[in-house]
């Protein structure tokens, strides 16, 4: 998701532009290495979850668009809504419209959708709960919310590796900064059956640290961006993050990747007078739309 002005992070919950400003030199290829780790994954998901054709879909903070045109290309849905703060890196097309809004904002409500996605979103947004509720409320009937976002595997034990060291600082810089909070994505699964889904589930995936791999460019990117707010911890120094990006590129690179945690459930058909919800057809049937 694009950013808005660092001065506003902390009070108002938005991605902090004075850290990834999507005006600057790069940025979309930042965001597009992140797509090229991440993407597979994320559709083999949404088509294992039934997305295909018939369906309306929402695309949350949707970036460059890489899930979006995906959705339309290779799953044959019947349309997205791709919505960011920053539009400069999104293009409408037939079959995908665009929306300039914060999701955050109280009155954000573009409809109901058999899919709502949001990837590497929530986890820059305060009042988490507050919005994944509200993400919910757009789900129609039948559909599925789905959300990922990036878990720290760098714990206590974690072995020490310059790029450990740089990832706990990046971590601590981006909470210090624009509000940035990965500890409470565990609870999704937990959030979402607060929000009245059902059959929620979760998974995590790990992308391997490979020499020129797009999550390690990735990364390498993303420090360089965060540089400042980095250093700010007092965690590391310039040395230490020139040696985690040698590192990331050598082949002495043993460590684990931040994961992504993606969980999803979905919206009950109906709510019988004298029981729980039912839970609706697993086989993806479309049977609810925009």
Request: charged fraction near 25%; include cysteine; charge should be negative.
């Amino acid at each position: 998701m694009t950013p808005a002005p660092h001065e506003d992070a902390r009070s108002d919950g938005r991605y902090g532009q004075a850290v990834f400003r999507p005006d600057q030199e790069g940025e979309g290829a930042r965001i597009d290495f992140g797509a090229l780790a991440y993407d597979d994954i994320t559709m083999t998901r949404l088509r294992a979850l039934g997305v295909g054709p018939g369906w309306h879909c929402l695309d949350v903070g949707a970036g460059t668009g890489t899930v979006s045109r995906r959705l339309l290309d290779e799953a044959g849905v019947a349309s997205v809504l791709a919505v960011d703060r920053d539009l400069r890196f999104l293009t409408r097309r037939p079959g995908l419209d665009v929306l300039e809004a914060d999701v955050t904002a109280p009155d954000f409500d573009p409809g109901r959708f058999r899919l709502v996605h949001a990837r590497f979103v929530l986890m820059h947004l305060p009042e988490r709960d507050r919005v994944i509720t509200a993400l919910a409320e757009l789900v129609a009937p039948g559909g599925v919310l789905v959300l990922s976002d990036a878990v720290d595997l760098t714990s206590d034990r974690t072995p020490g590796t310059p790029y450990t060291a740089v990832m706990r600082a990046l971590w601590q810089g981006l909470r210090d900064t624009i509000g940035t909070d990965v500890s409470w994505v565990p609870s999704y699964p937990h959030l979402l059956r607060g929000a009245g889904l059902v059959s929620v589930a979760a998974e995590i995936h790990v992308p391997p640290l490979l020499p020129g791999s797009p999550i390690s460019r990735f990364w390498a990117d993303t420090w360089q961006r965060s540089r400042a707010a980095m250093l700010a911890t007092g965690l590391v120094d310039e040395a230490a993050i020139e040696e985690a990006v040698r590192y990331l590129d050598s082949d002495e690179c043993a460590a684990l990747s931040a994961g992504m945690l993606t969980a999803w459930g979905r919206k009950p058909e109906s709510v019988p007078p004298d029981g729980p919800p039912t839970a609706p057809d697993q086989s993806g049937g479309d049977r609810a739309a925009r």
